[in-house]
Nanobody
Framework: VQLQASGGGLVRAGGSLRLSCTTS????????GGWYRQAPGKQREFVAT??????TNYADSVKGRFTISRDSRDTLYLQMNSLKPEDTAVYYC??????????WGKGTLVTVSS
């Protein structure tokens, strides 16, 4: 299974970006997909997840600003609005196909300038 994240870039505070993550190599849809991020000098942290049933969950720091979604081809999206400098990080997508069957994309850099 391969995941490819894209859509990162440089944006000013208050701006928006939309991240995408395409998945390939599986004949099954993923059980859950998510976005995580890692800021310089910090550990990777949870951002948002979505289940096969469409249930979503968000980190408190992004609630009301970010929206996770998926389409029928199992492409994951993360719409990020009202971006803040503290959102600056490498964003990674994740897809879970079963127990101990997680896959990660390589990450896309988001830089928010003040």
């Amino acid at each position: 299974v391969q995941l490819q994240a894209s859509g990162g870039g440089l944006v000013r505070a208050g701006g928006s970006l939309r991240l995408s993550c395409t998945t390939s190599g599986s004949t099954f849809r993923f059980i859950a997909g998510g976005w995580y991020r890692q800021a310089p000098g910090k550990q990777r942290e949870f951002v948002a997840t979505i289940t096969s049933g469409g249930k979503t969950n968000y980190a408190d720091s992004v609630k009301g600003r970010f929206t996770i979604s998926r389409d029928s081809r199992d492409t994951l999206y993360l719409q990020m609005n009202s971006l803040k400098p503290e959102d600056t990080a490498v964003y990674y997508c994740n897809a879970r196909y079963g127990v101990l069957n997680d896959h990660w994309g390589k990450g896309t850099l988001v830089t928010v300038s003040s």
